[in-house]
């Protein structure tokens, strides 16, 4: 199931702990010399560190200000309520429930769920409200959207690495609809536009997440929508079971139900756990939930030696430049800085800063440059080391072989110009363990005093664990 943010591993490497943020309950590697049993079994493999001859660097660019609508919390739903509401909280039987932020202009609507077991297997609708709250029409643009349940696209085991360019590489739902969105893609049960009076409201999203009739009563959904509002618009998402029909049957919730849920309904729950103020420091580091407004859908950047630079200079034979990519607090891989997005509105039991930078697109530009007088082999590589705040032993660290736990699910568009010299754009899938020894997205020979320009874009995908490297390396001959 998904990795989660909130709580820590301990991973027992080269006799000292390292302290891994994600879902999983803690461990050691430690044995008993005295179990008879361990005596009689094969000894597992020694795990190698591997430490990355190269610099990291801070990646340079930052997020846009576009506000994106981010609703993850709570991630698993048992009871229906409001998930996420910026209407005013103005006539709300919750006021608390409502943040009081309109919409205008561009803005990204992000919504990443699940639900398992509920009463008599009922069929849970996610429903995404939008409200025109002024005295004039609101066209609303549909740029692109993508919305899949977790049934649609299990979370499977593919290879570390898979051409993708016709899209059907994926493992989990968020994974999915992230590379669709990174494609340019709007599903065909999306309109182009919603057009909404005055006053009025319509239903941007109105999806099941159907548990009957699955070999396990457990489905998530998770959905990337770009929006472009012609005026001030309010948003909620909302989660509500099915509606009985007079033949014992199901249907979906319409929009006076939808709305009914909105004025006079609580949070759905259960609550998830209460995050670490950003203060805070010591006990146990807990990242939290995302419910509230964050503020940046995309990070362009070009990867340069200087800003008056436009060359970025491979490095020596048989070392690399390493960019960190979505650095966190507690996971700066010795970058000293953090790139995740600040939470402009929020609910006080949520996260403080949008942790993992779901539905991020990052455009990122390597121009290349071969100043030396030979030949050059040149790789670049997306990678997922081991998590550090600061480098223990001065560089990024790697395993072999990798933790068992995926970091990393998630298409990688790769465009530039070949050996050959012919243009390319590819679409690759990565499946990463932490720690893994990857292969890389491509790989170059640049003539001496030659310069040749990568482009990679990736949108982060839900249920991927934070942080990466994007790493440029010179081979040995």
């Not at 006539?91 to 803005?107: I, S, T, W, Y």
Request: proline content about 9%; aromatic content about 8%.
């Amino acid at each position: 199931m998904p990795a989660k943010l909130s709580s820590p591993l301990f991973i027992f490497l080269s006799g000292f702990a390292i302290a891994q943020s994600i879902g999983c309950t803690s461990f050691s590697s430690n044995r008993n010399s005295t179990d008879s049993a361990f005596a009689q079994t094969s000894p597992k493999p020694v795990r190698q560190e591997i430490v990355q001859a190269g610099e990291i660097r801070a990646l340079p660019g930052e997020l846009d200000t576009i506000p994106v609508f981010n609703s993850n919390s709570p991630e698993w739903i048992k009871t229906e309520g409001i998930l996420l509401s910026t209407f005013s909280p103005n006539g709300k039987k919750v006021p608390a429930a409502h943040l009081n932020f309109p919409f205008q202009g561009r803005f990204d609507l992000f919504a990443h769920h699940y639900t398992h077991t509920p009463k008599d297997l009922q069929t849970l609708y996610l429903g995404v409200i939008i409200n025109n709250p002024g005295k004039k029409p609101v066209t609303v643009d549909i740029l692109q959207a993508a919305s899949y349940l977790m049934q649609d696209a299990p979370f499977v085991t593919l290879p570390s690495y898979v051409e993708n360019n016709d899209g059907k590489a994926y493992s989990g739902p968020g994974d999915r609809a992230v590379s669709d969105v990174l494609r340019g893609i709007r599903q065909a049960d999306f309109p182009s536009k919603l057009v909404i009076p005055p006053g009025q409201s319509r239903m941007l999203l109105n999806h099941p997440i159907p548990v009957r009739n699955l070999e396990k009563p457990i489905n998530g959904r998770s959905s990337l929508i770009r929006l472009r509002s012609s005026g001030k618009v309010y948003t909620a998402s909302l989660a509500m079971f099915a509606k009985k029909t007079s033949d014992g049957g199901e249907r979906a919730p319409t929009l006076k139900e939808w709305q009914a849920l909105l004025n006079t309904g609580d949070f759905a729950g259960p609550r998830d756990k209460t995050p670490t103020p950003p203060n805070a420091t010591s006990g146990k580091l807990i990242y939290g939930r995302v419910a509230g407004v964050s503020q940046g859908s995309q990070w362009q950047a070009m990867l340069v030696d200087n800003p008056k630079n436009q060359n970025l200079t491979i490095p020596q034979q048989g070392k690399a430049i390493s960019y960190a990519l979505n650095t966190l607090r507690g996971g700066r891989l010795g970058s000293e800085q953090i790139q995740t997005a600040k939470m402009l509105v929020r609910y006080p039991d949520t996260a403080y800063e949008a942790h993992g930078n779901y539905g991020v697109e990052y455009n990122l530009t390597l121009p290349l440059s071969n100043n030396t007088n030979e030949t050059r082999i040149v790789s670049v590589t997306l990678e997922t080391p081991l998590k550090e705040d600061k480098l223990s032993q001065g560089g990024v660290r790697l395993s072999k072989p990798s933790l068992d736990f995926p970091f990393f699910r998630g298409t990688v568009r790769l465009r530039y110009v070949d050996d050959q010299g012919q243009q390319q754009t590819r679409y690759v899938h990565l499946w990463h363990r932490t720690g893994q020894v990857i292969e890389p997205l491509v790989q170059l020979v640049l003539p001496p005093s030659t310069q040749r320009q990568v482009q990679v874009d990736l949108i982060y995908p839900p249920d991927s664990t934070p942080p990466q490297v994007l790493s440029v390396r010179t081979l040995e001959k």
